[in-house]
Every structure is written in structure tokens, then in C-alpha cells.
């Protein structure tokens, strides 16, 4: 473990990644890189660098890539695991994780979330705020459970797959790789392709 931690992206996503790496009181320093150079602060912490100069602070540093975008977190983190950078996962002390539960590096829990009990969530994944995700869950990596979830028993979910605010799944379906699922949808079948899905029950709009 290292004593300094840089947070990649600091926008709104940075921002409650750093109020979790605040609270967890691990790191005597944490600092944000952002390519915008005009923000020289984020959260009462300093902006030291562009994205690229994770490069020059990779011995010293751990890092947190903090980009809401599936696939552009994906690339970075990625880009920094090959270049030999330690990546950490965020867990918020008021997250409630069950027993026999995998977390992939790179992922990060929020405040209010349940991941229960055997469930297995893979790297640069984002909890977001209060959702939930029941037993036997599987979560490929770079998925993104949006804030409010309700997300049942023996679910699968696909790489890179975004569940939007509010939205539910029903107990023992799979969600291919790279779909988005819509604010307030409800998923009660597989879906076995990738696309854009609205709706109650969900339907495909592109
Ligand atoms: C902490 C945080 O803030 S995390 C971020 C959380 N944010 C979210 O969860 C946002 C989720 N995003 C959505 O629901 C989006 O609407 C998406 C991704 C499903 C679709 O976005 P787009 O592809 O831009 O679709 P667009 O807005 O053009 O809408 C296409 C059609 O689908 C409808 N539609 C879009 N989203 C929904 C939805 N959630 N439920 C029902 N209908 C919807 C639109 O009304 C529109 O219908 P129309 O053609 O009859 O006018």
C-alpha cells in the first residue's frame, strides 16, 4: 500500500470517489489528474496533473480511474494497468457487502449499496449510490449499476453494460455485454443482444 492516492477524472464521479477515499482515511495524500486544466481543484483537493502524467507518478501513487463512461474508463484503466500502475477499488463504509463477495480492482461501491452474498463483481465496475444487487450476482467488468438499482437473485450482467437510475431486473436473467438499460426499465427476460432498452417491461429502441 501506498501513502499517496490519484484519482483520475475530477468531475461529478470524482468527486463522491474522493469523499469515499477521504472517508476511508487510508492515504496521507489524495489528489486528483484532469486533463481540464482550468480546474485546479476538486473537493478541497489539488488537480497536480494532466491524465497522461499518471505515467511519471506511477511508483509513488495508487490510483482510481473516476470516469463515468464504460468504455472510456475501460481504455484508462487499462492503459495504466499495462504501464505497471497499482489500480484500487473504493468501498464506502456504509456500503453493506455479504459474505463469499468478489470485487474486481478499479470498482467502486457507494454509499447505501448492497452487494449480497456470493456475488462475484468484476474490475472498473461503479455501484452507484443506494442500489442493490442480490445474491449469486455476476458483474463482468466495466459495468455501471446506476444510482437506485433493484437488481435480483442469480443475475448476469455483460462487460460494459449500463443499468440506468431506478431501473430492476428480475431474479435469474442475463444482460448482454455493452447494453444500455433505461432510467426506470424493468428487465424480466434475458437479453441476448446488445442495444438500447426502454421501458416496462424493457423493449429495444436501438
Ligand atoms: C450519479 C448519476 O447521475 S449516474 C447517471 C444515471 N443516469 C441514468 O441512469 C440515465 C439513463 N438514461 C436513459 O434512460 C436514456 O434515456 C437512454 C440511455 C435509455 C436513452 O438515451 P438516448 O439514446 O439518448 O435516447 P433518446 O433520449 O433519444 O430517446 C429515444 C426514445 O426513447 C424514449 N426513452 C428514453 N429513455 C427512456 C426511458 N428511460 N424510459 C422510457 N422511454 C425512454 C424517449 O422518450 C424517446 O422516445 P420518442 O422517440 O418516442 O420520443
Given amino acids: 500500500m501506498k501513502d499517496k492516492l490519484l484519482i483520475i477524472g475530477a468531475g461529478g464521479h470524482g ?28 473537493m478541497g483537493l489539488k488537480v497536480i496533473g494532466k491524465v497522461d502524467d499518471y505515467f511519471r507518478y506511477r511508483k509513488e501513487a495508487e490510483f482510481f480511474v473516476a470516469i463515468g463512461d464504460n468504455a472510456m474508463r475501460e481504455l484508462l484503466q487499462e492503459k495504466l494497468r499495462t504501464d505497471g500502475s497499482n489500480i484500487i477499488s473504493l468501498v464506502h463504509p456504509e456500503a453493506i457487502i455479504g459474505l463469499d463477495v468478489e470485487i474486481g480492482e478499479g470498482t467502486v461501491i457507494m454509499a447505501g449499496a448492497v452487494v449480497n452474498s456470493s456475488s462475484n463483481i468484476g474490475k472498473g465496475c461503479i455501484i452507484n449510490t443506494s442500489s442493490s444487487l442480490d445474491h449469486d ?23 460494459g453494460t449500463w443499468l440506468g437510475i431506478g431501473s430492476v431486473v428480475s431474479n435469474n436473467v442475463n444482460i448482454y455485454s455493452g447494453c444500455k438499460i433505461g432510467a426506470g426499465a424493468v428487465v424480466i427476460k434475458h437479453i441476448n443482444e446488445p442495444g438500447t432498452y426502454v421501458g416496462v417491461p424493457v423493449r429495444r429502441i436501438n
Avoid at 137 to 154: Q, W
Fill in 137 to 159: 450476482t455476476i458483474l463482468e467488468d466495466y459495468v455501471h449499476i446506476s444510482p437506485g438499482v433493484r437488481s435480483a437473485g442469480n443475475v448476469n450482467i455483460g462487460k
Fill in 15 to 42: 468527486k463522491v470517489a474522493a469523499d469515499i477515499a477521504i472517508k476511508l482515511n487510508k492515504w496521507e495524500s489524495i489528489a486528483f489528474l484532469d486533463d481540464d486544466v482550468a480546474t485546479k481543484k476538486c
